[in-house]
T-cell receptor, first 114, second 116 residues
Framework: DGGITQSPKYLFRKEGQNVTLSCEQNLNHDAMYWYRQDPGQGLRLIYYSQIVNDFQKGDIAEGYSVSREKKESFPLTVTSAQKNPTAFYLC?????????????FGDGTRLSIL | AQKVTQAQTEISVVEKEDVTLDCVYETRDTTYYLFWYKQPPSGELVFLIRRNSFDEQNEISGRYSWNFQKSTSSFNFTITASQVVDSAVYFCALSEPQTGANNLFFGTGTRLTVIP
């Protein structure tokens, strides 16, 4: 079945360590998104990419980095510069020009600090 | 300024009661889309409905119904005869295609608890 796969489901980060969250989709979607969700808050956009080898900062990009080398993959790196990384991270995708279509979401990765 | 406001942080109802989740949005665009998503305890976001700004017709899908009113910038969601399985966090979201990125602006969510 087509969908979005996020891994790992749970991730722990030590102080000063970079960690990478994986997001893979087999929906042939062009655009992909990373959101952060904190308790009691809605989803906030970290980065998005509309085509391969191109990506844009969202509202809270500081302390994060992404790459889009393949259409299917949009990994998110939480760097040591992100001082409060504990959150639930969701990846989403949508086909190009599908402005009226819903974004498809993965199951999320829960990141915690050791 | 918050583009999507869900003023109800948490709601508890007894099973079989009806419940309405409020959503108020803010946009200057004439073309926009509104969405409702459900987030069960497992964490994934489940798409429930999409509505474009030119279609004010209310919609009913089983026990779910949506009331879109442009005059009050509201897109409220009603669950009739609630069930325990409806317990989740519900998000309202806005998309403004004219920004060119199809980004979704989410409300802070309403946590619905249905008590058996």
């Amino acid at each position: 079945d087509g969908g979005i796969t996020q891994s790992p489901k749970y991730l722990f980060r030590k102080e000063g360590q970079n960690v990478t969250l994986s997001c893979e989709q087999n929906l042939n979607h062009d655009a992909m998104y990373w959101y952060r969700q904190d308790p009691g808050q809605g989803l906030r956009l970290i980065y998005y990419s509309q085509i391969v080898n191109d990506f844009q900062k969202g509202d809270i990009a500081e302390g994060y980095s992404v790459s889009r080398e393949k259409k299917e993959s949009f990994p998110l790196t939480v760097t040591s510069a992100q001082k409060n990384p504990t959150a639930f991270y969701l990846c989403a995708s949508i086909s190009a020009g599908g402005w009226n279509q819903p974004q498809h979401f993965g199951d999320g990765t829960r990141l915690s600090i050791l | 300024a918050q583009k999507v406001t869900q003023a109800q942080t948490e709601i508890s109802v007894v099973e079989k009661e009806d419940v309405t989740l409020d959503c108020v949005y803010e946009t200057r665009d004439t073309t926009y889309y509104l969405f409702w998503y459900k987030q069960p305890p497992s964490g994934e976001l489940v798409f429930l409905i999409r509505r474009n700004s030119f279609d004010e017709q209310n919609e009913i899908s089983g026990r779910y119904s949506w009331n879109f009113q442009k005059s009050t910038s509201s897109f409220n969601f009603t669950i009739t005869a609630s069930q325990v399985v409806d317990s989740a966090v519900y998000f309202c979201a806005l998309s403004e295609p004219q920004t060119g990125a199809n980004n979704l602006f989410f409300g802070t969510g309403t946590r619905l608890t249905v008590i058996p």
